[in-house]
């Protein structure tokens, strides 16, 4: 559970014609997380796939589009896993180009209805503001032997500019109502040569003619508005009648629709794997990383799968190689929400040690500690298992947190606050009763954390190939007994007043190697150098002390949730009965929500700063492999 | 850092920049540089990739120019308000919709999508079109690539152009109204600074748009023969010279020389005599950069003074490009001082058959 999956480095040779089929293949075992690194031979420098990819793109563009229409299953399911080439690819691009322009005139007409109906709402809010006016709107609706009139809108920030452009041919703007983003104007001028002009500008500036109904006449503006409510309503039943158009064809293409989706789902592995194919010739290469566990299971299936011959070269990663290497994901559902939380912080680099059991466990101790309270505790499991639809995988953490802070609760005797109940005696003792001994306890665990942190981190260091860092680097094994020395040392000046020989010289040597080491590491002046190796070497001091003495806190919060819950009682109290359960109640809650949450933050400060910055690099990426999406063979999975 | 200090930093680090703008002499002197000693010079090496060809070379170029001005961009920005950030950013969104405009001719002439494609700036994030080029590529028309961009940050100068495309089915005024839309947006920007920068920003601006504002109209009238009305429409009135109502004058005149002739000082002294619209171009271009040059010198505001320096530089780069596009080319030197504004233009023929 702890080391990491064993990683093959793998190349495979195939030839060209082959390669959509052994792209889903590799993808069905869902074991093959490609490796985009060019190959090292200048000559296998071709890509097969572009044009293949190119064709797959367009097209689920194109699908993508009517999606956005019509629903089209994003995953459907598929039944038989067969390969895409490349003229299949093709005809389906050319096939939803065809669905698309189908498809794009119901948006077009749904649009122009939308404007239709935009352009009525204009004309009765024109036509209530002329109906106030004393004029001829009928005098509006056509030429004149003398003028000209446009009655329109246009978008607001062009009225000024339009208005000098209608100058300049002659007519006149007029505003007469402001609406949203749009500007009603009437442009008056005389007809003729300049009235040509006028076209080209008033498109340009977007101009909307908003024709005023025949057979108006002065004082019938209201029943205009009657007319054009009822023409609203014909456009409301047009927009009806389209969207069932809409669904029809829906339901008409929607096998060829589902068909598409699928063929793209199946075309998929091939485009995802194209940035890691190169070719000569005939023959083409793509490599990637394998779990050593699932190579055979690999070779089998790429042997029944492919037709013509293939090659599929094995090897470990290199050393240089390492930082490329995926790593393999915590499986287990139990450690789920506790991966989440240690993917914040980064991915364990191929070789390390997976933080996250460690984590899980630490975590929940730690949590437990600062908050034991059997109550409390209870709760947390009974909220975490009533919102588990919600929480998902969350919820096991809530219930493994709360699980804990029961358990510490019965060892604090602790329900709801309250202590030394007769009916549950703490199987240890309450955390108030011996702050001194709750604060040893703290620090002897933060002593171990450390201890096994740096061990994690030697570790970690060694399999990975830095010898030199696993000595003398940071939280190497140098400092490490250097921390070891100085806790004799401090145990030593604690009990017996003296710090001792042995542990001063172990201290100082410790300490003496690590600075010469990093004397030897800086370049510049030696002033620069020695102040920097002395403040660095101070550092050191003071970064262990202080670590050491953080994990205080677990304790402290252990002690402060059994004095809050005093200071709720304290309250209560003071008040009657009711104020008493009421306070009760609250309190307890405010402990549950404001203390639960701030002893959560305060634990994964310590899992990080203390824990990971001490072995856990984070600098890894997670394995992911390609995938055939949608398969229903169950056995797509990685081991 | 307080505003003040911001500002002090600004200037500084706009005063180190503008040390490095090259001169006419310096201009001059690379002029006679051979493409090798052009390459080591400005350091170019694509120039020296026999493994290209000279479109190749001449795309890897300009996009290596235009990345050291958007580094410098990027520089600048970084000690700037909110509001002197957004300007900045603006102004160099040019670029972006450039991208557009290349995508938009894609489109509406079925070009060549690779080519297309290659000939695309590449842009920080901060000034990409906000969509992936390949989705924008995937529209299956003008309009598609529009309504895509209307739903972001683009959304206005979008929907004007699409509305506009609508309308008219005119490649010519879809881009005009892009353009328009730009320069409108940069000067709603220019309101919400304060008074000690919105001054010397005005000048810029205003300087900018007098510019541009009078190449547009020798070209929409004399070029493209568009009436009056419709020219006025596509300008973006100025702070400076060419407000509102003297470009109502001046759109109604039919003659160059006349039009030259009715510009406002200093515009219609230092044009006199052009007999080119490419005359006009250079000789209106040196304007606006000593117009920029002298907010440089004597401006206080580091908003203003960043925004002259960037404008210089674009046009230092655009020169530098015009050089190497000349070599690659294998121009007679005459034609490239000409492209370098070290001669005057001598067109075969004269206005308005010239473009």
Known sequence: MLLPQPMKHVRLLVLVEDLPQASLSLAETGSFH???????????????????????????????KIAKLVPVPDTPSIDEVRVVYHEELKAIGQQLRNRWAQVQRFEEELRRVDEQERLIREQEAALANFADLNIDLGALRTKTRFLDFYVGMVPRENVRKLQGSVTLAGH??????????????????????????????????????????????????????????????????????????????????????????????????????DPSIRSVGHLAVLAGW??????????????????????????????????????????????????????????????????????????????????????????????????????????????????????????????????DIPWLPAIWMAPLHDPILMLKVALVWGIAFIVLACLLGIYNRIVTGNLRGAILGPHGAVNLLFYLGFLAGGYGLATSGSFGWGPGLVVIGSLGVLAGYQWRHLTGPTGE??????????????????????????????????????????????????????????????????????????????????????????????????????????????? | MSAAAGDAYLNTRVSVMASRLLDTDTVGKLSRLTLPELAERLTLPALLDDTLGSNAKSRAVEQALVSLLLIELAILIRPMSATGRALILKWGRKLALFNLTALLRSKLHNLDQTETLENLFELPPALRLPIPRQELFRAESAQELLRILEQTQYGLIARQAREVYEQRRDPFALEAAIDQRYYSEMTHTLMQFDSVSLQPLRRVLGALLDQVNLIWMLRFRFSYHLNPSETFFYLVPSFRLLHRERLLELVNIDNLEQLIAALPPPLDAELAGSRSLIEVQQRVAKLTAQEMHR?????????????????????????????????????????????????EPHCPTTMPAAA
């Open chain 1, 290 to 419: 394998v779990p050593a566990k699932a190579l055979p299971s690999l070779e089998r299936r790429l042997a029944e799968s492919l037709a013509l011959p293939f090659d599929m070269e094995v090897r470990e990663p290199l050393p240089e190689e390492r930082r490329l290497v995926p790593t393999v994901p915590t499986r287990s559902r139990l450690l789920k929400p506790f991966d989440v939380l240690v993917k914040q912080y980064g991915i364990p680099e191929y070789g390390e040690i997976d933080p996250t059991p460690l984590f899980a466990l630490t975590f929940l101790l730690m949590f437990g500690m600062m908050f034991g309270d059997v109550g409390h505790g209870a709760v947390i499991v009974l909220a975490a298992w009533y919102w588990r639809a919600k929480l998902k995988d969350f919820a096991w953490f809530g219930i493994a947190a709360g699980i804990s802070s029961i358990c510490f609760g019965l060892l604090f005797g602790s329900v709801f606050g309250y202590e």
């Open chain 1, 529 to 639: 150098r020695a102040l920097i190796v002395f403040i660095e070497t101070l550092d050191t001091v003071i970064v262990y002390l202080s670590n050491t003495l953080s994990f205080l806190r677990v304790s402290a919060f252990s002690l402060n949730h059994a004095a809050l819950a005093i200071a709720i009682f304290t309250l209560a109290d003071m008040l009657g009965t009711f104020g008493t359960v009421l306070t009760l109640i609250l309190g307890n809650l405010f402990i549950l929500v404001l203390e639960g949450g701030i002893v959560m933050i305060q634990v994964m400060r310590l899992e990080y700063y203390e824990g990971f910055s001490r072995y856990f690099s984070g600098e890894g990426h997670a394995f992911a492999p390609i995938r055939l999406r949608g398969s229903s063979d169950s056995s797509q999975r990685i081991v």
């Open chain 2, 295 to 343: 907010v440089l010198a004597y401006s206080s505001s580091g908003v203003a003074r960043a925004l002259a320096y960037l404008i210089l530089r674009e046009r230092e780069v655009r020169l530098l490009f015009s050089l190497v596009q000349g070599r690659l080319l294998e121009l007679p030197d005459d034609l490239l001082d000409m492209g370098l504004e070290l001669a």
């Open chain 1, 172 to 273: 006149l703007l007029f505003e007469y109502l402001q609406r949203d983003d749009q500007t009603h104007v009437i442009i008056v001028g005389p007809p003729g040569e300049q009235e040509s002009r006028l076209g080209t500008v008033l498109s340009s500036a977007g101009f909307q003619a908003l024709p005023i109904p025949e057979g108006i006449e002065r004082g019938s503006a209201a029943e205009k508005i009657d007319e054009l409510t009822q023409r609203r309503a014909a456009l409301a039943e047009e927009r009806k009648a389209l969207n069932d158009q809409l669904a029809d064809w829906e339901r008409e293409h929607r096998t060829v629709l589902l068909e598409a989706r699928r063929t793209l789902l199946l075309a998929e592995p091939f485009v995802v794997l």
């Open chain 1, 34 to 64: 490609p490796d985009p690194r060019t190959p090292d031979e200048p000559r296998v420098s071709g890509q097969p796939g572009s044009d293949y990819r190119e064709l797959y793109q367009e097209a689920r563009a194109r699908l993508e």
